[in-house]
Antibody
Framework: QVQLQESGPRLVKPSETLSLTCDVS????????WAWIRQTAGKGLEWIGRISSRGTTNYSPSLKGRLSMSVDTSKNQFSLNLTSVTAADTAVYFCARAGYYYDTSGSFLYDTWGQGTLVSVSS | DVVLTQSPLSLPVTLGQPASISCRSN???????????LNWVHQRPGHSPRRLIYKVSYRDSGVPDRFSGTGSGTDFTLKISRVEAEDIGMYYC?????????FGQGTKVEIK
């Protein structure tokens, strides 16, 4: 059964870049889509974006200018970079599986989530 | 933008009694291929969300059959036939029919 684990700095300074990685274990990263979601007390759950194992990305319009995602299939991991962060980017960040190329049933859409990691933006 | 509105936002329930959560969209969630990409997830305090239902009514493996999802178009409902103690927490609907995914505000289920 696939498992996801987020990792990265827990504290980021304002105006700097937030970088997180999600390790995929117990299953393949190829031929799937992978997503990042964040959760704040004020705004609830917010979809950040997704990346395919081939590197195709879809980003939230509200974050698009500051966001980039990448995937490294050799390491079975995908990553998130969010630039110019402010206190508003303080949140618990989750990675999740967001679909399978060859599936039309929908059964792989957000079926698996990481445990989440709290990232605080503060000087 | 697609907005999902859940109600109620707080749901005190009695153990063994039914519970129902509504999720309404400001746009139809029927995709061009006929699918409706509406999921329900459950989040216990201190845990990550767990998907219960996908595409409106398909229950995930391991999810008790007391959970059911119904609805179409813009109106969707998650029902718990008999609430158990482990069912407490937040419930969110989420849609992926239109572009990126969006979430409802969440419904907090607690035991009376």
């Amino acid at each position: 059964q696939v498992q996801l684990q987020e990792s990265g700095p827990r504290l980021v300074k304002p105006s700097e870049t937030l970088s997180l990685t999600c390790d995929v274990s117990g299953g393949a990263i190829t031929n799937y889509y992978w997503a990042w979601i964040r959760q704040t007390a004020g705004k609830g759950l917010e979809w950040i974006g997704r990346i395919s194992s081939r590197g195709t990305t879809n980003y939230s319009p509200s974050l698009k200018g500051r966001l980039s995602m990448s995937v490294d299939t050799s390491k079975n991991q995908f990553s998130l970079n969010l630039t110019s962060v402010t206190a508003a980017d303080t949140a618990v960040y989750f990675c999740a599986r967001a679909g399978y190329y060859y599936d039309t049933s929908g059964s792989f859409l957000y079926d698996t989530w990481g445990q989440g990691t709290l990232v605080s933006v503060s000087s | 933008d697609v907005v999902l509105t859940q109600s109620p936002l707080s749901l005190p329930v009695t153990l063994g009694q039914p519970a129902s959560i509504s999720c309404r969209s400001n746009q139809s969630l029927i995709y061009s291929d006929g699918n409706t990409f509406l999921n329900w997830v459950h989040q216990r305090p201190g845990h990550s969300p767990r998907r219960l239902i996908y595409k409106v009514s398909y229950r995930d493996s391991g999810v008790p059959d007391r959970f059911s999802g119904t609805g179409s178009g813009t109106d969707f409902t998650l029902k718990i036939s008999r609430v158990e103690a482990e069912d407490i927490g937040m419930y969110y609907c989420m849609q992926g029919t239109h572009g990126g995914w969006t979430f409802g505000q969440g419904t907090k289920v607690e035991i009376k």
